[in-house]
Nanobody
Framework: QVQLVESGGGLVQPGGSLRLSCAAS????????MGWYRQVPGKERELVAI???????NYADDVKGRFTISKVNAVNTVYLQMSSLKPEDTAVYYC?????????????WGQGTQVTVSS
């Protein structure tokens, strides 16, 4: 079982920046993938940014050039630096860790952190 705790959400004006953090209770070095997703009411959860199985990063098209995912293995934490924020970035942001357990992939989610972009 992996516990994920997000922090760093809040209210920010358009054009502003926020950094989200996701602290994991297990070594993130061993994770198959780790990433950030977001969800707004009435819509499906969508991928924002991810460290893939080979360590490469992938981003949703609408955040490329504005968001950066990073991690520090020593403290088992993944970050999402968000810049040039837009009102449409408003959502609950979730951290996800996927790991291989008993030959199967298992997904773990944090509780989510609200990001609101508004003037």
């Amino acid at each position: 079982q992996v516990q994920l705790v997000e922090s760093g959400g809040g209210l920010v004006q358009p054009g502003g920046s926020l950094r989200l953090s996701c602290a994991a209770s297990a070594s993130i070095f061993s994770m198959y993938t780790m990433g950030w997703y977001r969800q707004v009411p009435g819509k499906e959860r969508e991928l924002v940014a991810i460290f893939g199985s080979g360590g490469r990063t992938n981003y949703a098209d609408d955040v490329k050039g504005r968001f950066t995912i990073s991690k520090v293995n020593a403290v088992n934490t993944v970050y999402l630096q968000m810049s040039s924020l837009k009102p449409e970035d408003t959502a609950v942001y979730y951290c996800n860790a996927r790991m291989v357990t008993g030959g199967k992939l298992a997904d773990y989610w944090g509780q989510g952190t609200q990001v609101t972009v508004s003037s």
